[in-house]
């Protein structure tokens, strides 16, 4: 456990353990370039890694000095898992309260105020050019309680659910940086059964709690990526908001799946959290007794115990922390996904993301949607909000918040993603 030289609330998602990626901007240098997160600091990784006292010393560092300098992490990204961890040690190796390099960065005066940015300061954009996007379904306890809801308990989950991760191409041009808003969508409805559909405002906004996993290293046309080496292919995690306009959805997803109940918007939170800072935190993924096939087999344990949550807050009241879950509630692993995803050949490239689909626990309190909390709407979930203040909902109304956030922690160890935070507008006049 080694602790760094820059003061860290111990309370905080940002240590050195973690060291999470995010593009960023500022006043002293408005053009976005990378950096990495180190408590309520952003270590301007373009300043530091193309300055001669880590050109002298830490050759993997400086080799990146390039790709640090770029207004998006894909260059990076594609270098590969070897030249991320080794980064990564350098980044550690002068951060460390017992650093043998203090010269670098702790004792060098005019390179730790260029290079060492407090959050406050820094304008967060988003991280990765995202080429591509493909959502999945993989959150076991969310697609039963929906199938519930749409056809009983007998058929809850499709035939193809526990053979195959079941996935849909999403839109990527409308995926933004937490901190922004989105617009109340319109679209096609159904205002009662049986009656003619009608062009308006959706009346069943809805957020979905969900990890994106960044594709590092690409694979290429017509080669699949074996199961078991997918993970050498992963730039990291970051927590995904997939909102839903869920009368929309559900008029228009017959026959081929979600269009504009989802390409909307989606919003990702800033810090790219590494596979290498989550390695404590394997766990065993969700039973599945159906006999899988081969390319689907993994020799290790790849799902990852992150505690997430959902809050939300109207522009009256504080935040309502409304749902806590774990990311262990998948029965498919992102290894999985990149595997069937790249079974016929697809090429995947740095930067696409991949959505885990809605994760949900057990209990009312663990579920990952509204759709979900209310029962297709007939159930009211309470906002608490402060001063004496409550609302209830079933689903978002304009001006309201939703924040997501993840963290896992253990033995004293904490990796953090920080939040994932949005906020409804009305939507616009036609």
């Known amino acids: 456990m080694i602790e760094s030289w820059i003061p860290l609330d111990g309370d ?25 997160r180190i408590g309520d600091f952003v270590l301007d990784l373009k300043a530091l890694s193309s300055s001669a006292a880590v050109a002298e ?62 959050v406050a300061k820094v304008v967060m954009q988003l991280p990765v050019q995202i080429g591509d996007y493909t959502d999945f379904y993989a959150g076991y306890h969310h697609a039963y309680n929906v199938g519930v809801l749409f056809r009983g308990p007998e058929n809850a989950l499709q035939p193809n659910y526990t053979h195959l991760p079941v996935g849909y191409h999403g839109r990527s041009s409308s995926i933004m940086v937490s901190g922004g808003s989105i617009k109340r969508p319109w679209g096609q409805i159904l205002p009662s059964p049986g009656a003619a ?27 699949p990526v074996d199961v078991n080496r997918a993970e050498e292919h992963i730039f990291g995690y970051v927590l995904l908001n997939d909102w839903s306009a869920r009368d929309i959805q559900a008029w228009e997803y017959v026959p081929l799946g979600p269009f504009n109940g989802k390409n909307f918007g989606s919003t990702i939170s800033p810090w790219v959290v590494t596979t290498d800072a989550l390695e404590p935190f394997r766990t065993e ?23 997430l949550s959902v809050s939300i807050q109207d522009d009256d009241a504080q935040p309502t922390t409304i749902s806590t879950t774990s990311s262990k509630n998948l029965l498919w692993s992102f290894p999985q996904m990149i595997a069937h995803h790249t079974l016929g050949g697809c090429p995947l490239q740095p930067g696409d993301m991949l959505g885990s689909g809605t994760i949900s626990g057990t209990e009312t309190d663990e579920r990952g949607s509204l759709l979900e909390m209310t029962e297709g709407g007939k159930q009211d979930v309470k906002l608490t909000g402060g ?24 033995e004293g160890l904490r990796i953090g993603f920080g939040c994932c935070h949005g ?3 009305a939507a616009s006049e036609r």
């Not at 905080?12 to 990495?36: E, H, K, W």
């Not at 709690?209 to 080669?223: F, H, K, R, T």
């Not at 004496?388 to 253990?410: A, H, I, K, Y």
Request: charged share 20%; glycine share 8%; net charge negative.
């Open 12 to 36: 905080g998602d940002f240590s050195i353990q973690n060291l999470p990626y995010g593009v960023f901007s500022d006043a002293a240098d408005p053009t976005p370039r990378c950096g990495v």
């Open 57 to 118: 010393s830490l050759s993997s560092l400086h080799s990146c000095a390039a790709l640090f300098a770029q207004p998006y992490l894909n260059g990076f990204a594609a270098a590969g898992r070897t030249v991320h961890r080794n980064v990564r040690r350098d980044l550690q190796r002068i951060l460390d309260a017992k650093t043998d390099l203090p010269q670098v960065l702790e004792k060098n005066e005019v390179l730790r105020q260029q290079a060492l940015v407090p």
């Open 197 to 223: 559909p009608i062009t308006s405002p959706s009346r069943k906004m809805d957020f979905e709690l969900e990890l994106g996993c960044i594709i590092g290293s690409p694979n290429a046309l017509g080669e």
């Open 285 to 307: 993924p969700l039973a599945n007794e159906t006999a899988l096939q081969d390319y689907l087999q993994e020799a290790q344990k790849s799902v990852f115990d992150i505690t």
């Open 387 to 410: 001063g004496g203040t409550s609302r209830s909902m079933r689903f978002l109304q304009d001006g309201d918040s939703v924040t997501l956030m993840g963290r896992c922690e253990r």
């Open 423 to 425: 906020r409804l507008l």
